[in-house]
């Protein structure tokens, strides 16, 4: 208990509270209305009679404009700050909200889609490394109750958006989170601190950026960031993440699909279930920084691999409500691996590139991690639903066995100090 109120002391002291409430109000919404769009596909192919195929392709665009716009967010926080880029990323989240409300045919849709990525893929990167830098002594704490937010906006808005979709729509349940996107803004905008104009990586003596040719500039910094994401400290946990990624994308975008045409569920019972999922991530995302930050990144994140392998092979075993309830809640457990694996890829990437390589591996995370659900779509209009599940769990077991390997943060960041 003396832990949990000195954790909760350090995360509010000196105003930081509200810093971390608008930050996580902001990620409920962009990381919500992420998985919305997959659970009320049964709704939109009602309307737009397209393939499963298809209807997984358009969630792996979603991700994969997500993807593309991580290193372009990475590259600006080192210009233009975190502040900036997460209003932005509110702002124009609710925005492409407005235009999927008025969408009339399915390419509209996509394009609706695809911006919607592009909107909230501003606010991914910058939301790291602010964390980082607000919360440096309790950064997988700060991580795990943001994420946990973004789960618990999974968990919610998705029901709620099937439930307001039998009312108003699909369309009209998109438009109802316009506003709460607008708020967020203006919230991050009020209490997210701006960077110091004087970053701490930078040296006393400031070179004159006219004394050195342009591409020679970027061709250094390039190789830096280069250098940063081929070391063991980042190549291993980007790997594992990347399995573990693709494995939840397969698995989330049909999701409900699969419960409505596989275990004859209504669309509302697996919206429920759906969002059930989500609700036992941002429990599992609460502690899972935290346990992190005590017994080591690389083994709480190779036991939460390993531990979501079971469920995933139940999945296709599991018939009734009361026996799929408790596989759902088990397949939450997946979701912590993200605080903790960027807690720890953060803080082991050296300061004076920080913002560009978080963005250039978060590119490499989600155009990965995006394919999934295209591959699982593919096979489920083949109707290898199970197989998918088995080929997910071995790709789990796999980016166990690889987190093993992690080495302690703490080391990496004395081995950065010694080259420096």
């Known amino acids: 208990m003396t832990r949990v109120t000195d954790t909760v002391a350090a995360l509010r002291g000196n105003g930081r509270g509200w810093t971390l409430v608008a930050v996580a109000g902001g990620w409920f919404f962009a990381l919500g209305l992420r998985f919305v769009v997959p659970a009320i596909l049964p709704a939109i192919r ?102 946990a937010a973004g789960s618990v906006g999974a968990a919610l808005l998705p029901p709620a958006a099937t439930y307001a979709a039998g ?30 104009s004087t970053p701490a990586a930078q040296s006393d003596v400031e070179p004159d950026p006219d004394s050195t040719p342009t591409d020679e500039r970027l061709r250094a910094s390039a190789g830096a960031v280069r250098d940063a994401v081929a070391s063991r400290a980042v190549g291993l946990p980007l790997a594992g993440t990347m399995l573990m990624l693709f494995a939840f994308q397969g698995l989330t975008a049909f999701l409900t699909t699969y419960l409505v045409t596989a275990k004859g569920l209504s669309e509302t019972t697996a919206g429920t279930l759906f ?20 017994y080591g990144h690389g083994r709480v994140l190779a036991a939460v691999a390993f531990l979501g392998v079971p469920p995933l092979l139940a999945l296709p075993y599991a018939h009734t409500r009361a026996a799929l309830v408790p596989v759902v809640l088990l397949l939450g457990m997946r979701l912590s691996v993200g605080p903790i694996s960027n807690a720890y890829i953060v803080s082991v990437l050296p300061s004076e590139v920080r913002g560009s390589a978080w963005g250039a591996i978060r590119t490499a995370l989600f155009v990965v991690g995006s394919l999934g659900s295209t591959a699982v779509g593919a096979m489920a209009d083949h109707d290898l639903y199970t197989a998918a599940f088995f080929v997910l769990a071995a790709l789990t077991a796999v980016a166990g066995l690889i987190y093993l390997g992690l080495p302690e943060r703490r080391a990496v960041a004395a081995a950065h100090a010694d080259s420096g």
């Not at 290193?71 to 235009?99: H, K, Q």
């Not at 919607?116 to 700060?142: E, Q, V």
């Open 46 to 147: 009602a309307d737009f009679p397209v393939s499963e195929t298809v209807a997984g392709a358009a969630i792996t665009l979603l991700w994969v404009t997500y993807a593309v716009m991580q290193f372009p967010a990475g590259v600006l926080i080192d210009r233009v700050g975190e502040r900036t880029l997460l209003v932005a990323g509110a702002v124009a989240g609710g925005l492409t909200m407005a235009v999927y409300a008025v969408s009339p045919t399915f390419a509209v849709f996509l394009v609706a889609t695809g911006a919607y990525g592009l909107a909230s893929g501003l606010y991914g990167p910058p939301r790291g490394t602010a964390l980082s830098r607000i919360y440096a002594g309790n950064d997988g704490a700060a991580f795990g109750i943001v994420l």
């Open 167 to 196: 009312l108003v729509g699909w369309r009209g349940a998109l438009a109802l989170t316009v506003p709460g996107f607008l708020l967020a803004g203006a919230a991050l905008w009020r209490f997210v601190p701006a960077r110091d």
């Open 275 to 294: 969002g059930l999922l989500f609700l036992s991530a941002a429990v599992f995302q609460s502690t899972g920084g935290a346990l992190a930050d005590r």
